[in-house]
């Protein structure tokens, strides 16, 4: 920028990070993705960085981009990033931008026959695997009779597959990624899904430029080759707006629900 003392090609303290997709069998799409964005932006880090835990990356000061999940961008993160854009992943039933959850059970049933039964969720801080869900079943009046922490949408499945649970709701990407590559989803049954909200955005630090990257990030996306997109489930790049996350309601507390 005009602005900058020196050209950001010159800083190799930037971060990029894309954790929320990034399972091992798409991994090298991941990373020619965000090859494509750095290319259309004329700079940031030659190598996204991954971590266990991506809290620090999401709060780094260096965050040039990263995507998170829509639960903790509105709760913790939005007075301190700066908003980009949606990836949109043209999932059934919602809106360009937009994503719901799907729940699975080992039987097809209605979801009413789970009221008072075990209930998978990955983290109390997502808005796909907790806050959504648990919304829509109140609005239902089904009420699980537990609900068991399994620390990621995957394992969630996991457990409804090995009877540790009788229904989970997953992310709508993560659950096409289940079916694509884990064997053991094959019998599982879609139940019912929730009502669409604002999908995982991208974010950056303050002292980025959140239109030039989200610039960036569309015509990357349009590039890409048709194989990659397909592989990551990308059909475009969408501007939701943050006000679109901020007014959702708050999640139920685990601790109060469960």
Not at 151 to 158: D, I, K, P, T, V
Request: charged share 20%; with cysteine; aromatic share 10%.
């Amino acid at each position: 920028c005009g602005q900058c003392s020196s050209p950001p090609t010159r800083r190799p303290d930037m971060i990029a990070t894309l954790p929320m997709y990034d399972r091992r069998e798409i991994r090298a799409a991941t990373d020619s993705l965000w090859q494509a964005i750095r290319t259309s932006l004329g700079y940031g880090p030659a190598q996204l960085t991954r971590s266990g835990d991506p809290w620090p990356l999401w709060q780094d000061q260096n965050l040039l981009l990263g995507q998170t999940c829509s639960l903790p961008y509105r709760l913790k993160l939005a007075k301190d990033v700066q908003y980009v854009g949606t990836p949109d992943y043209g999932l059934e039933g919602c809106p360009p931008g937009y994503y719901a959850s799907v729940f699975i059970a080992r039987r097809d049933a209605s979801l009413s026959n789970f009221h008072n039964q075990s209930f998978a969720f990955n983290e109390p801080l997502s808005q796909s695997g907790w806050a959504g869900p648990i919304d829509y079943l109140n609005r239902h009046t089904i009420r699980p009779s537990e609900c068991l922490r399994s620390g990621s949408h995957q394992n969630s499945a996991r457990y409804v597959a090995e009877g540790r649970a009788a229904f989970a709701a997953i992310d709508g990407q993560s659950w096409r990624l289940i079916k694509a590559y884990d064997s053991w989803a094959k019998d599982l049954f879609e139940i019912a899904q929730s009502d669409p909200t604002p999908g995982l955005p991208m974010i950056c630090a303050q002292r980025f430029h959140p239109a030039e990257l989200a610039q960036a990030c569309a015509q990357a996306i349009t590039s890409f080759p048709k194989n990659a997109r397909q592989a990551l489930g990308i059909e475009g790049f969408v501007d939701v707006s943050s006000s679109a996350y901020l007014t959702l309601p708050n999640p139920v507390d685990v601790a109060d629900y469960c």
